[in-house]
């Protein structure tokens, strides 16, 4: 099943990869480790997971803006995401995404997104395009059940 979201662009790039789908806000400083870009926050749905090569999909960051370089000094060891999809995009989370080049869009329904979808993100066009893993489909019918 293929799904096209369109959202407001950041900092542009062009990038396919595995989505992972937050759906609590993330604070970079502190939540996210920053040598390994492993979630370590308490209580986090994605914690223990990891940031690298992901297409990183959560409503918005919190924190510190120290988390601007939490991001940036991520990406340089090579364990942050590709891009990072937000429903609304906050200064620490745009700034450390500009200085790292990590592809960015906001206004994005990532309700519409599950972990482990293929979603590619034209940050220049403004759109995201989803490959919706067909166990994610039957996932979401159930709920939609419910």
Known sequence: MSLILKGRPIVPGHVKGRALVSRMPISFLG???PNTGVIIERNHDLKGRSLKDKI????HGHGSTVGSYVIYSI???NVGPKAIINVRADP???VGAVIADIPMMDQVDIE????DD????????G??????????VSNQRRREDV
Request: glycine share 2%.
């Open 31 to 33: 939540g996210v480790d």
């Open 56 to 59: 990183l999909c959560f409503p």
């Open 75 to 77: 990406t340089k060891r």
């Open 92 to 94: 620490v989370v745009v």
């Open 112 to 115: 519409q997104i599950e972990s």
């Open 118 to 125: 293929i979603i590619e993100v034209d940050a220049e066009k």
């Open 127 to 136: 759109i995201v395009r989803v490959e919706r893993k067909m166990e994610n």
